[in-house]
């Protein structure tokens, strides 16, 4: 998984669970936070954050919120970036090797499951 171009700045606010406020090189950015949670241990105001640019030029947010600085690390806030990593591998063939067909946010009965992988042997 790759991010398009990355920039840095420092968290300001979040006034709601999809936007906050940042500062860049560039001035004050309105930007989208892709975590729904409340990060409130770790989007403190003042920390270094860093952004991904949208390649959408339509958006009302230019950029996506994607990692924060705590201390010494560097935490990955994407919520996507996950099932995306996984998803990668399964194509890969690092998961199992047989796989034929993935199918994301797969209903089964009354649940959604994130993942269906079919094999050359079926659903394992």
Known sequence: MQYGPVIKGRFLERPNRFVAYVETEDGEQTVHVKNTGRCREL??????V???KSANQKRK???DLIAVEKGPLLIN????APNQVFDEWVISGGFLPDVTEV?????YGGSRLDFCLKTSKGIP
């Not at 989007?43 to 270094?48: A, K, Q, Y």
């Not at 806030?77 to 996507?80: K, T």
């Not at 199918?103 to 209903?107: D, I, L």
């Open 77 to 80: 806030l994407d919520s996507q």
């Open 43 to 48: 989007l403190i105001p003042g920390v270094t």
């Open 50 to 52: 860093y952004l991904e």
């Open 61 to 63: 947010t230019a950029y």
């Open 103 to 107: 199918t994301r946010e797969y209903t």
